[in-house]
């Protein structure tokens, strides 16, 4: 069993998916900040791919997908990276990409490199399942689940043909519009995920604008799991030099939040 469905098959709580983008602050930080993520309590960690056009990210995700390109940050790199870690940690790790800097790769090869380096799951943000088949076919082969996100404005057939189509977990996405830091959840929102989930019998993670440790505890009995972003790639910001400890702080407590 991959260890995602293993980590959801076990949860006795929603599980805590929190994500940092590959190689910002640099790729050594960041192999210190899955640490800091894991001893915080990520249940599962999900690892940006630096882009330069991250069309569904807003400006704090935005700035880190800069700062690693800078540095350095690759696809291949970040495979690598994982491939690493896998000797150190065995929490769950799901990349986040676009679907661009897998197309360059060679979708073959990389989900062929990303088995070896023990990536567990995939996320192509700007991949909708209709033209995704071919990378699902080679993820099933290799046994790396393949998340497809779920839009808020998705109607119940659609929400069947995600689920049917995704495995691991169904990323509901909570608002129209990118990623960022929100004060309060959408009006109704409790109410669609009730909704969808007549329609979708797949473990569901809720993220965008999910950013403190009150937003869980409203969706604590809804969902499956919760992905918060870029409350924490605004903390490596802010702290470039070190940001490991005050990641893993903010972590617990929405680790905390996360216990019913």
Request: hydrophobic share 40%.
């Amino acid at each position: 069993m991959n260890r995602i469905e293993e980590a959801f098959r076990n949860k006795k709580r929603p599980l805590l998916i929190p994500y940092i983008t590959g190689g910002d602050p640099s790729l050594d930080k960041t192999e210190g900040l899955i640490f800091a993520l894991e001893e915080g309590g990520a249940d599962i960690i999900e690892l940006g791919i630096p882009f330069s056009d991250p069309i569904a990210d807003g400006p704090i995700i935005q700035e880190a997908c800069n700062r690693a390109l800078k540095k350095g940050a690759s696809l291949k790199k970040i495979i690598e990276l994982v491939g690493r870690m896998r000797k150190k940690t065995k929490v769950p790790i799901v990349l986040l990409s676009y679907y661009n800097p897998i197309y360059k790769y060679g979708i073959s090869s990389f989900i062929e490199d990303a088995e070896k380096n023990g990536v567990d799951g995939l996320i192509v943000a700007d991949l909708p399942p209709e033209e995704g088949e071919e990378l699902r076919k080679l993820c099933v082969k290799k046994g790396i689940c393949l998340i497809f996100l779920l839009a808020p404005t998705s109607p119940p057939s659609r929400i069947k043909l995600i689920s049917n189509k995704s495995s691991g977990f169904v990323y509901y996405v909570s608002l129209l519009g990118i990623t960022g830091i929100r004060e309060k959840l959408r009006d109704r929102l409790i109410d669609d995920l009730v909704m969808v989930r007549k329609f979708c019998p797949k473990p569901i993670a809720l993220g965008f604008g999910i950013s403190k440790p009150e937003h869980v505890k409203e969706v604590l009995n809804i969902v499956d799991g919760v992905i918060i972003g870029s409350a924490i790639v605004d903390i490596i910001a802010k702290n470039q030099e070190n940001p490991e400890e005050k990641v893993k702080l903010f972590v617990n407590e929405i680790k905390k939040a996360c216990k019913k």
